[in-house]
């Protein structure tokens, strides 16, 4: 593990004077999802720093959203594939950590913002970064979508990446970056998927859907809404290529 305390005015706005850049490298799914719960509730009671942590996932696994239904994911597949079933502490749609760099943040909400204000916001730091590793024209989805709507449907309720909420990160229309927010007692944790390459379509694999079609169906519209940081920039991207990018951003004065 990596750690190092960062004082920048450049992100005072979204940590303030001071914070913890956290690199845990690759961890079990529990081990996470604890590491980012218990950072919520160490800042919650003045025991931590603000903390930007970035990691990834050995061996794989499925988050669901904090109400999400459990019997949406086989877990039998999921034990043929070693791949681990863990429950967010925020919410949203089901996610494959895959081939993919995770952030997080946990971090008060200043009085003069909102957790909407810090969504942008850590989406444009999130930008700052990844264009370090290559000319790459991302660009927030604008609209809010209707979801309602999205959730009755079968085919595109079930995965993250089947649709973006506004302030996500895409590229050419597709859904690059997923995040997800819970507060608590005025304190952000908000953590997302950066997908490197693929593998995170499998989620239609170890989908519970009705029949094999619907799980062909739920592969091609997540495929067709979501893309990869190997597939804009053409070549391998690497953890440890995108987690050096964020500290050098993350360090940087200007």
């Given amino acids: 593990m990596f750690a190092k305390i960062i004082k920048s005015d450049k992100f005072k706005h979204i940590f303030g004077s001071e914070f913890e850049f956290i690199n845990t490298g690759f961890s079990d799914g529990k081990f996470n999802m604890h590491f980012d719960s218990q950072r919520l509730d160490d800042v919650i009671n003045n025991r931590a720093l603000s903390m930007f942590r970035v990691y990834g996932w050995k061996p794989w696994a499925v988050s669901l959203g904090a109400n999400q239904n459990e019997n949406d994911i086989s877990e039998?597949?999921?034990?043929?594939?070693?791949?681990?079933?863990?429950?967010?502490?925020?919410?949203?749609?089901?996610?494959?950590?895959?081939?993919?760099?995770?952030?997080?943040?946990?971090?008060?909400?200043?009085?003069?913002?909102?957790?909407?204000?810090?969504?942008?916001?850590?989406?444009?730091?999130?930008?700052?970064?990844?264009r370090k590793s290559g000319k790459i024209e991302l660009d927030f989805e604008k609209s809010?979508?209707?979801?309602?709507?999205?959730?009755?449907?079968?085919?595109?309720?079930?995965?993250?990446?089947?649709?973006?909420?506004?302030?996500?990160?895409?590229?050419?229309?597709?859904?690059?970056?997923?995040?997800?927010?819970?507060?608590?007692?005025?304190?952000?944790?908000?953590?997302?998927?950066?997908?490197?390459?693929?593998?995170?379509?499998?989620?239609?694999?170890?989908?519970?859907?009705s029949s094999q079609e619907l799980k062909v169906r739920l592969k091609e519209f997540t495929l067709a809404h979501s893309t990869t940081l190997e597939e804009i920039l053409h070549r391998d991207v690497t953890f440890d290529e995108v987690a050096e990018n964020f500290y050098l951003i993350l360090n940087s004065k200007h």
Avoid: M, W
Wanted: charged residues 20%; positive net charge; proline residues 3%.
């Fill in 76 to 130: 039998e597949e999921c034990r043929k594939r070693n791949i681990d079933i863990v429950r967010r502490p925020t919410g949203g749609r089901a996610v494959l950590h895959a081939n993919e760099i995770t952030y997080s943040v946990v971090t008060p909400i200043p009085r003069n913002s909102t957790a909407a204000n810090l969504y942008r916001d850590i989406h444009l730091l999130i930008i700052e970064a990844l």
């Fill in 144 to 209: 809010q979508p209707n979801f309602h709507n999205f959730y009755k449907s079968e085919v595109s309720s079930l995965s993250c990446f089947a649709s973006a909420a506004r302030y996500e990160i895409e590229f050419n229309g597709k859904k690059l970056v997923g995040s997800a927010q819970k507060i608590s007692d005025g304190v952000l944790l908000q953590h997302g998927s950066i997908l490197l390459g693929k593998a995170y379509e499998i989620i239609s694999e170890l989908a519970k859907v």
